[in-house]
């Protein structure tokens, strides 16, 4: 179906591969668009409970491809190309889906941004990431949005004013991963995170990710009020009455 990104599926978990190894998956219009059609489709599937992200080659991914950028004059047309850029971020967010990023080699720029813009994120020891953006002329912008809910505002703003390289050790310090692995365990780590996720009822795991990311940014009791309206109606569902019971009677759910 698609020509720079793979997909495939097994138990419940959908696996997404950026796939231009010889340019280090660097992000084309093409790549974002399939890549935004891939997760949709991974959503859309119900068999579908936990999604992650690799890249294929020896990165995950080192941003937008800067070549793209002179086939763009007006200002207007530079905000349409990277709005298709970071549509991924957005879709992830919206997405009851989890979605882990499983990361190695470089994550660089927009593949940064991408790593932050996922809920969980697997990375491998020896990876170097960075917001390099200002090295060339340009600046994270679009990935700084997901980077400021991982880290503090000072860890911030270094990588985005610096635009240095960190190692894996420092990432994973500062709160970008949730898992600091050898690269020869990523794919065996991640798949175990998936896998947990995935024996959890999908439809608590789906209300309850919207749910988050919905009350992010409320007011305390605004968040509070709204947590409450969705706590409700996640209890009136056949997952909630299916799980409780079975807790109640000690054996295994069985989700829908």
């Known amino acids: 179906m698609y020509e720079t990104v793979?997909?495939?599926?097994?138990?419940?978990?959908?696996?997404?591969?950026?796939?231009?190894?010889?340019?280090?998956?660097?992000?084309?219009?093409?790549?974002?668009?399939?890549?935004?059609?891939?997760l949709t489709a991974c959503e859309e599937d119900e068999s579908i409970r936990v999604v992650s992200i690799r890249g294929a080659g020896d990165a995950f991914s080192a941003g937008i491809e800067l070549r793209e950028h002179d086939e763009h004059e007006t200002q207007d047309e530079y905000e349409q190309w990277v709005t298709q850029m970071e549509s991924p971020f957005l879709t992830i967010a919206e997405m009851g889906t989890p979605v882990i990023a499983s990361v190695h080699g470089h994550a660089v720029a927009n593949g940064l941004g991408l790593m932050a813009a996922c809920d969980l994120a697997v990375l491998a020891e020896g990876t170097k990431l960075g917001a390099t953006a200002p090295k060339v002329g340009l600046f994270c912008m679009g990935p700084a949005v997901p980077l400021m809910?991982?880290?503090?505002?000072?860890?911030?703003l270094e990588l985005l004013l610096t635009g240095d390289l960190i190692d894996a050790e420092t990432a994973y310090e500062w709160g970008l991963a949730n898992r600091l692995v050898p690269e020869e365990n990523l794919d065996e780590a991640t798949a175990a995170l998936a896998d947990t996720i995935a024996t959890?009822?999908?439809?608590?795991?789906?209300?309850?990710?919207?749910?988050?990311?919905?009350?992010?940014?409320l007011p305390y009791a605004d968040a509070l009020e709204h947590s409450n309206e969705r706590f409700g109606a996640l209890c009136a569902t056949a997952d909630a009455e299916e799980g409780i019971a079975a807790f109640l009677s000690g054996r295994e759910p069985n989700w829908e």
């Open 6 to 38: 793979t997909t495939d599926s097994g138990g419940h978990h959908g696996t997404v591969t950026l796939n231009r190894p010889d340019a280090m998956n660097t992000f084309t219009t093409q790549l974002a668009t399939e890549l935004d059609e891939a």
């Open 200 to 217: 959890n009822s999908p439809t608590a795991v789906q209300m309850g990710k919207q749910a988050y990311y919905e009350t992010e940014n």
């Open 149 to 156: 809910d991982s880290l503090t505002q000072k860890r911030c």
